[in-house]
């Protein structure tokens, strides 16, 4: 892990990252995607609140069979996983607010 959360290059890893336990939040970007590089400060502080919360960043450029594999449209997308089912989901517009939330109410489930 850097200092920018966990890096995943291959689909291999995304999938044993969401499969994993606990709560799992995948950004999903794109390296010209100044959205997505703008946003990802934020996600990573957000899940950083929550002790919980294991994050990680996936570029398509680097894993394009992901798209298919998930059903990613659209850049970015924030999956929330818990205990390997997705929880929840949101492309392109990234309201932190409600990430929150859904991290928040991901995190009472756990305890």
Same mark, same amino acid.
């Given at each position: 892990m850097t200092a920018d959360g966990l890096h995943l290059h291959d689909l +291999? !890893? /995304? =999938? #044993?990252? %969401? !499969?994993?336990?606990g709560l799992r939040l995948l950004q999903v970007g794109a390296r010209s995607c100044g959205v997505c590089h703008a946003l990802r400060p934020r996600v990573l502080a957000l899940a950083a =609140?929550?002790? #919980?919360?294991?994050? !990680?960043? /996936? =570029? %398509?450029?680097? /894993?394009?069979?992901? +798209?298919?594999? %998930?059903? /990613? %449209?659209?850049?970015p997308v924030v999956l929330l996983y818990l205990q390997g089912r997705e929880l929840y989901r949101v492309a392109r517009f990234v309201r932190l607010d409600e990430l929150r939330q859904q991290l928040a109410q991901g995190q009472r489930w756990l305890e």
């Open positions: +291999a !890893a /995304v =999938e #044993q990252h %969401l !499969a994993g336990d =609140e929550f002790g #919980q919360v294991h994050p !990680a960043i /996936v =570029e %398509l450029d680097e /894993v394009p069979e992901l +798209a298919s594999r %998930l059903h /990613v %449209l659209t850049v």
